[in-house]
């Protein structure tokens, strides 16, 4: 039997992807440096800032007091 909550969570990330060619042309406000996509978290990742910046309803938002900021892992 399939497991449909992978089915589901598939379908919203896919309902909800960001643009590839947005993604190459954002940058991170703060550090002005590239970003990575996680796609699992719907968030993009400044690795230099150490911040996650959300993804809503395919939409990211760029700002800083918005971001999540990343552990030491």
């Keep these: 039997m399939p497991d449909s909550s992978k089915d589901t969570s ?3 990330t896919e309902a909800h992807a960001v643009d590839p ?3 190459e042309i954002l ?3 703060l ?3 590239t ?3 996680d796609v699992d978290a719907q968030e993009l990742i400044s690795k ?5 910046y ?3 309803d395919g939409i990211p938002i760029m700002l800083v ?3 999540r900021e990343l552990g030491d892992d």
């Design 48 to 52: 230099k800032a150490r911040l996650a």
């Design 21 to 23: 060619k947005l993604l």
């Design 65 to 67: 007091e918005e971001a």
């Design 10 to 12: 598939r379908a919203k």
């Design 54 to 56: 959300p993804i809503r």
């Design 31 to 33: 550090t002005k440096q």
């Design 27 to 29: 940058v991170c406000p």
């Design 35 to 37: 970003l990575s996509y």
